[in-house]
């Protein structure tokens, strides 16, 4: 069977309906008798509720409910830990998840305490604002560090410290290691928090109808299948009588996988009050009530030998979760995890300490604490390679894994519990090829002249590698429909990745059909109801996988029953464009539509052994995730009068496996370095020593716009994945993994006279003020410093620093 | 709360309704006359998803009150196809794979179609600026441009 479409640039299928606005979101169901929810939340970080009272609001015109966590009674219990931790041994664990609804304390701003329920929103968000709510503050555990001295003020009041885990994982003995080490290189480095910013806030619309004895509920969520598990559970009715529909979702990027309380409340009031009821997080809202990511401080160490070989990797690091931990400990797994790169490291020492903090919760965000793992490591080599005097390039190069390493198994537990083993892999040739776009070899007499100009031009270019792809599994049905239209079912949620084209792509070779003409349906329990969601780079990997399984299966339907209705063997068969018909003899055979038609009759009996209609389900479960990996490089210029960074030309050479539709797969790279960017130089979230955040809107919270982000070259390397028949990895992540670390390296190459060190993202212009200052150098007389001699040369540069 | 009555014409189709004052306009296209896909993403005028066109001027819908459009031509995404037919626009998106998630689109949309009847030739230059009005976090803008390039290219041959 030929692959016709599969590695094709296929314009998507979805497309046309996000055009021309007639795509259903959430926000855009409209049901008769459709109330409005608006929730009231703590504006403070650390409070006892002292007292609520709801009395005068639920008199207000309009209003026809409002709830506190009394009011849901036996529900509004703490959730369950979504994601239980790996079997590390001696792992330390304190789960804490949210109520619904906070009953007698809030631990962070922006945690929900009441909902109101009217006619309209807007009168809805008046109830709200009149509640009578009385808080009395506590001191609040803010700061990462603060938070685990002993006399921090508790989050959680039952635990004796703020401690919410502790983990080691170990490989080979790295105090040894260091013994014999040339060089110990040692930093500190901060990564600090920033939000999705997917531009469609959460929301849910929920609606009881007693009629049908159903819950349908449409919701902004990346894993509808395990909401309408936990809604059947939650409400003690058959899961048939729960339908979660996750139409199409304006980005995800990781926290839609959450399960939140407002995904509990929604049906709660419906089935309460007999009437459908919509909420949509506003803006404001999201800053505080959809979870974040990223800030952790890592203490490490690397140990090399004079020629830079790595020896081994030490690593102790502190991870913010938040006010609660509900997600388990994936984000800093994935830290200490991702950290050892595509490199030969042969002892490696991690231990982390997830913290109880005041603020919003964490989980994971796009890349979900791979980024950290990758700065930390891409640092430090950057560091040996200045100490050693060792090429940038040619020490990533040194340590890199063989093609002939793998599988290679880094003895300690990934995120999904499986061994830490990456299925394949080659390294060296992204690097090549990125050395190569970026002019590398010529790039320091670009950075001379430019210098002789008073221009600060600097180059950055690391490795990443990605875990993706993970399991436990997913499912499809494929079906023939009479009317020769392919319809693909599946149980993952879209959110933009393209999903509705290439599912059909990988049917469409199966069957012999034009993509263009398969249906495919995502995210509607009622649909497909076996599955766990879209997280993890996994979509392609594991539902694609899933889809090619079932259309397999159709595709030996189709032939079975032509070779009984041909008379004819069914090697003498074939299948393309949409007919199966005898070899040579095209007329001798059925359009698939006719065939659908015969395979479900109206008369006469289905055959033991056989099922009616063209159709089949399919799962596919992988053993462990597969690793993709890639290179990133990028020139930028730092104005020496502002501080700002611009980023000249960016490039991406990557491997995630066999490529199922290249534009798709460039505009996930696109969009994962644009998020990149913004976390690497514009991004921040601003707690004060309150816990307040004072930047919780667009204009304050910077993301990318299209000024910012330069053009991307992207190639595309090609290692299949052994653990999955149509080879693929995982891509949707991959973008966003190496960008702070490649970042830092070029700000730093950039003012490589100055000595500076950048061991903290985001490196705001105001973050690179201070540095600059911190060198006691103010950046007005950065201008005079350029000049020829005092480029190019890392060690020169080192002892040219004031 | 007092009612105030307008009138719209909204893609070439007549609207009378009686709205509050403090109604949205983004609000009263979306609930009022079931015209979603205008999306809202920020409600402050920063991203740019609800932009709509207001006597063939792009503006932000989620800025304006329903009664400040009264007697006003409007033009939302849902009029840009014609018959069936995507607008040249909405097509060099599909080609250019200028969206992913799609919410952001459909603002940008109108902008981008406002903005090349006014510069049907424009430079590289003049289509980021113009593009980086609006948020996407989807695409890293890289092939909206393109998207933008090409409609351009493709109306003036």
Request: charged share 20%; with cysteine.
């Amino acid at each position: 069977m030929s692959a016709r479409w599969f590695g094709a640039p296929v314009p998507r299928n979805e497309d046309p309906r996000l055009l021309a606005g007639q795509a259903l979101f959430v926000d855009d169901v409209q049901l008769p008798g459709l109330l409005h929810a608006a929730f009231v939340r703590s504006d403070l970080a650390h409070a006892r509720i002292r007292s609520l009272d709801l009395s005068a609001v639920r008199a207000h015109p309009g209003v026809v409910g409002a709830y506190s966590a009394e009011d849901l009674g036996d529900l509004c219990i703490a959730g369950p830990v979504l994601v239980p931790p790996p079997p590390i041994e001696r792992l330390e664990f304190h789960a804490r998840t949210p109520l619904p609804l906070a009953r007698d304390r809030v631990r962070h701003v922006g945690e929900a305490i009441a909902v109101i329920v009217a006619e309209s929103r807007y009168i809805a968000e008046d109830a709200a604002e009149a509640v009578e709510l009385e808080l009395e503050p506590l001191e609040p555990a803010v700061e990462l560090e603060g938070a685990l001295a002993p006399d921090a003020p508790l989050v959680h009041e039952d635990l004796t410290s703020n401690l919410a885990a502790h983990v080691i994982q170990e490989k080979g003995d790295y105090h040894t290691a260091r013994e014999g080490a040339d060089r110990v290189i040692r930093r500190r480095f901060r990564y600090d928090r920033g939000v999705s910013g997917a531009l469609e806030n959460r929301g849910i619309v929920a609606w009881w109808d007693p009629h049908d004895g159903r819950l349908s509920v449409w919701d902004t969520t990346q894993a509808p299948i395990p909401v309408r598990n936990a809604l059947a559970a939650t409400f003690g009715l058959s899961e048939s009588q729960v339908r979660v529909i996750a139409p199409f979702i304006g980005g995800g990027f990781g926290p839609k996988i959450m399960f939140y309380g407002e995904e509990i409340i929604l049906p709660w009031i419906s089935l309460r009050l007999g009437r459908p009821v919509k909420w949509i997080e506003d803006r404001y809202e999201s800053f505080f009530a959809t979870t974040q990511e990223r800030e952790q401080i890592h203490d490490a160490e690397l140990a090399v030998a004079a020629d830079g070989t790595i020896l081994g990797v030490y690593d102790d690091f502190l991870h913010d979760t938040g006010a609660y931990d509900p997600y388990g400990l994936t984000v800093p797994i994935n830290s200490q995890c991702t950290l050892l790169g595509p490199y030969r490291v042969p002892n490696y020492y991690s231990e982390f300490k997830v913290v109880f903090t005041n603020k919003p919760i964490v989980t994971p965000v796009r890349g979900a604490g791979r980024q950290h793992g990758v700065f930390v490591m891409e640092r430090l080599l950057d560091a040996a390679a200045q100490e050693l005097g060792i090429d940038r390039v040619e020490i990533r190069r040194r340590n890199y894994l063989d093609p002939d390493e793998f599988p290679h198994d880094h003895e300690i537990l990934y995120q999904d519990s499986a061994h830490l083993t990456y299925d394949s892999g080659n390294y060296a040739p992204a690097l090549e090829r990125a050395a190569t776009l970026i002019d590398y070899e010529a790039f320091p007499a670009e950075q001379r002249k430019a210098r002789e100009d008073g221009r600060y031009v600097g180059l950055g270019i690391v490795s990443y590698v990605e875990g993706t792809g993970i399991g436990p599994y997913e499912g499809a049905r494929v079906t023939v429909e009479p009317s020769g239209t392919v319809c693909v079912a599946t149980g993952v949620g879209t959110q933009g990745q393209g999903h509705f084209t290439v599912f059909a792509q990988v049917v469409a070779d199966q069957l012999g059909v034009d993509p263009a003409h398969v249906r495919v349906v995502t995210g509607d329990t009622m649909e497909f109801h076996w599955g766990t969601g879209t997280f993890a780079s996994r979509g392609a990997v594991v539902a694609g996988n899933a889809c090619h399984a079932a259309a397999q299966a159709v595709r030996e339907k189709i032939f079975t029953l032509a070779s009984h209705l041909l008379e004819v063997s069914e090697d003498d068969l074939e299948l393309a464009d949409g007919r199966v018909a005898v070899k040579g003899a095209p007329d001798h055979g059925f359009d698939l539509a006719d065939l659908a038609a015969r395979a479900n009759p109206l008369r006469g009996a289905v055959r033991p052994g056989t099922e009616p209609g063209l159709e089949a389900t399919s799962y596919f479960g992988p053993d462990r995730g597969s690793t993709a990996s890639g290179v990133h490089a990028l020139i930028l210029e730092v104005d020496p009068e502002t501080a700002l960074v611009k980023i000249l030309r960016y490039v991406v050479v990557h491997d995630c496996g066999v490529v199922i539709n290249p534009t798709i797969v460039e505009g996930q790279i696109h969009g994962g370095v644009a998020l990149g960017i913004g976390n690497a130089f514009y991004e921040q979230l601003h707690f004060d020593e309150s816990g307040q955040l004072s930047n919780a809107s667009f204009m304050d919270y910077l993301l990318p716009t299209a000024s910012e982000i330069p053009p991307i070259q992207t190639e595309h390397i090609e290692t299949p994945s052994p653990l999955n028949p149509l080879g693929v990895k995982g891509v949707g992540e991959a973008g966003a993994i190496p960008v702070a670390a490649a970042f830092a390296q070029a700000v730093e190459n950039a003012l490589a006279p100055l000595g500076i060190e950048v061991l903290e993202i985001p490196l705001s212009p105001q973050r690179l003020f201070d540095l600059l200052e911190r060198v006691g150098v103010e950046s007005r007389e950065l201008g005079g410093l350029g000049g020829p001699g005092r480029a190019g040369d890392p060690a020169k540069a080192a002892e040219d620093a004031p | 709360m007092s009612l105030i009555r307008i009138r719209v014409r909204v893609n070439g189709e007549e609207h009378e309704r009686e709205v509050e004052p403090r109604l949205l306009l983004s609000d009263f296209l979306r609930h009022d006359l079931g015209l979603t896909g205008t999306h809202v993403g920020c409600e402050h005028g920063v991203c740019g998803a609800c932009t709509m066109l207001v006597d063939g001027d792009p503006i932000r819908s989620c800025l304006l009150f329903a009664v400040q459009a009264d007697g006003r031509e409007l033009a939302t995404v849902e009029g840009l196809a014609e018959d069936g037919d995507l607008h040249p626009v909405q097509r060099a998106f599909q080609e250019a794979h200028g969206l992913q998630c799609g919410f952001c689109t459909p603002g940008i949309l109108m902008t981008v179609v406002a903005f090349l009847r006014e510069q049907p030739t424009p430079t590289p230059d003049q289509i980021r600026d113009v593009v980086s009005g609006h948020l996407c976090r989807c695409t890293g803008y890289q092939n909206i441009l393109e998207a933008v390039r090409l409609a351009a290219e493709q109306a003036a041959s």
